[in-house]
């Protein structure tokens, strides 16, 4: 049997988002700062955040996730604290690996919320791990993020579930024409050829697909691109979709957010918000599906990826043909993008 690895924690790292008010503008000016968005911009993307009260749904639903894992390591082990550190907003990962550090933690297992191999999806996240972890110093624990998940069943497995009820309550006489639109976070195609982004994301909605009790006729969609509209993104937009959906006759759809693992502000404001309200133009009765979020058996999923971490001979589960995502990612895999020379850069709301 292979050498278990000495691991002392855990910790979950993700985009962070405003908890307030007073929380948006300095919230947006961390997501673009250094990239020249104009303050016009990000007022307008602020109005989005104040339709919820200026509260991101996102800390708190880590946090539910994070209290669910502790409660699954406590009572399976291994017995390991779990921390929690954002990219974009407190708790910031940089104040939580020197709160490690000064924990004694030396070595952790870190779990970053995306399903997907992409730059800002996984590259990034270890670029933020390192930034941080060399803000702190020696004393840094090192932290090994776990494997891309957009295979496994404890991902696939509760969207089945869920696409199941959202189709069931259709009335069956228009079930046979509705359709499954999945979304996922647009990307600029510099990124999005870099990587693994779209493989992986018609490998998730096939697995999804053929798991369901009455399959429908699906297409893979995008959402909340930003950034110069001459900087070509991954198409088509949800709404555009909508549209052609409705000149086509269908009448009904079932929206599946594939690509994110909980209802932050991108699944609210973009799909519950403004596709919501393109789908009512449209005379189209839009169902949204509820991400994997806190389910039980994504939490075991999240375990699971843990055990294999501690113990390199723990089984690998997967679905598919594409195989588990291997620990270490390749040199050159998910560059950095290109920033465009001209005009605003992407701005993300993420949270």
Same mark, same amino acid.
């Given at each position: 049997?292979? @050498?278990?690895?000495?691991?002392?924690?855990?910790?979950?790292?993700?985009?962070?988002?405003?908890?307030?008010?007073?929380?948006? /503008?300095?919230?947006? @000016?961390?997501?673009?700062?250094?990239?020249?968005?104009?303050?016009?911009?990000?007022?307008? #993307?602020?109005?989005?955040?104040? /339709?919820?009260?200026? #509260?991101?749904?996102?800390?708190?639903?880590?946090?539910?996730?994070?209290?669910?894992?502790?409660?699954?390591?406590?009572?399976?082990?291994?017995?390991?604290?779990?921390?929690?550190?954002?990219?974009? &907003?407190?708790?910031?990962?940089?104040?939580?690996?020197?709160? !490690? *550090?000064?924990?004694?933690?030396?070595?952790?297992?870190?779990?970053?919320?995306?399903?997907?191999?992409?730059?800002?999806?996984?590259?990034?996240?270890?670029?933020? /791990?390192?930034?941080?972890?060399?803000?702190?110093?020696?004393?840094?624990?090192?932290?090994?993020?776990?494997?891309?998940? %957009?295979?496994?069943?404890?991902?696939?497995?509760? !969207?089945?579930?869920?696409?199941?009820?959202?189709?069931?309550?259709?009335?069956?006489?228009?079930?046979?024409?509705?359709?499954?639109?999945?979304?996922?976070?647009?990307?600029? /195609?510099?990124?999005?050829? =870099?990587?693994?982004?779209?493989?992986?994301?018609?490998?998730?909605?096939?697995?999804?697909?053929?798991?369901? *009790?009455? $399959?429908?006729? &699906?297409?893979?969609?995008?959402?909340?691109?930003?950034?110069?509209?001459?900087?070509? %993104?991954?198409?088509?937009?949800?709404?555009?979709?909508?549209?052609?959906?409705?000149?086509?006759?269908?009448?009904?759809?079932?929206?599946?957010?594939?690509?994110?693992?909980?209802?932050?502000?991108?699944?609210?404001?973009?799909?519950? =918000?403004?596709?919501?309200?393109?789908?009512?133009?449209?005379?189209?009765?839009?169902?949204?599906? $509820? =991400?994997?979020?806190?389910?039980?058996?994504?939490?075991? !999923?999240?375990? @699971?990826?843990?055990?294999?971490?501690?113990?390199?001979?723990?089984?690998?589960?997967?679905?598919?043909?594409?195989?588990?995502?291997?620990? #270490?990612?390749?040199?050159?895999?998910?560059?950095?993008?290109?920033?465009? *020379?001209?005009?605003?850069?992407?701005?993300?709301?993420?949270?």
């Amino acid at each position: 049997m292979a @050498e278990s690895q000495a691991y002392d924690a855990v910790i979950v790292i993700s985009f962070g988002g405003p908890e307030g008010p007073d929380d948006v /503008m300095p919230f947006l @000016e961390n997501v673009t700062r250094g990239r020249g968005v104009p303050r016009d911009r990000l007022l307008e #993307v602020a109005q989005n955040y104040e /339709m919820f009260g200026g #509260v991101s749904p996102i800390n708190r639903q880590n946090r539910d996730l994070i209290a669910s894992l502790e409660k699954l390591l406590s009572e399976r082990g291994p017995q390991l604290p779990v921390y929690f550190g954002n990219r974009n &907003w407190h708790p910031y990962l940089e104040d939580t690996v020197r709160q !490690m *550090a000064d924990d004694g933690v030396r070595r952790a297992i870190g779990f970053a919320t995306s399903a997907y191999s992409s730059y800002s999806g996984c590259r990034q996240y270890r670029e933020n /791990m390192a930034k941080a972890r060399a803000a702190v110093g020696d004393d840094a624990p090192r932290i090994d993020k776990l494997r891309a998940f %957009w295979n496994h069943p404890g991902f696939i497995e509760p !969207m089945v579930e869920a696409v199941d009820v959202a189709i069931a309550e259709i009335p069956p006489e228009r079930r046979n024409a509705a359709r499954l639109v999945y979304s996922a976070h647009s990307l600029p /195609m510099s990124m999005a050829r =870099t990587s693994d982004y779209q493989l992986q994301l018609r490998d998730a909605c096939g697995l999804v697909a053929e798991r369901l *009790a009455a $399959p429908l006729p &699906w297409d893979l969609v995008y959402q909340s691109r930003s950034g110069p509209p001459a900087v070509p %993104w991954l198409e088509p937009d949800i709404c555009d979709h909508l549209t052609a959906l409705a000149e086509d006759g269908v009448r009904d759809v079932v929206n599946l957010p594939i690509g994110f693992i909980s209802d932050h502000m991108e699944v609210v404001y973009d799909l519950d =918000t403004q596709a919501r309200e393109r789908a009512e133009e449209l005379g189209i009765e839009f169902k949204r599906v $509820p =991400t994997v979020g806190n389910h039980p058996r994504f939490v075991e !999923m999240l375990h @699971e990826l843990i055990l294999e971490r501690v113990d390199p001979e723990h089984e690998r589960r997967f679905l598919g043909e594409l195989g588990p995502r291997p620990d #270490v990612c390749a040199e050159d895999c998910c560059p950095p993008p290109q920033r465009p *020379a001209h005009g605003s850069p992407p701005l993300k709301k993420g949270g």
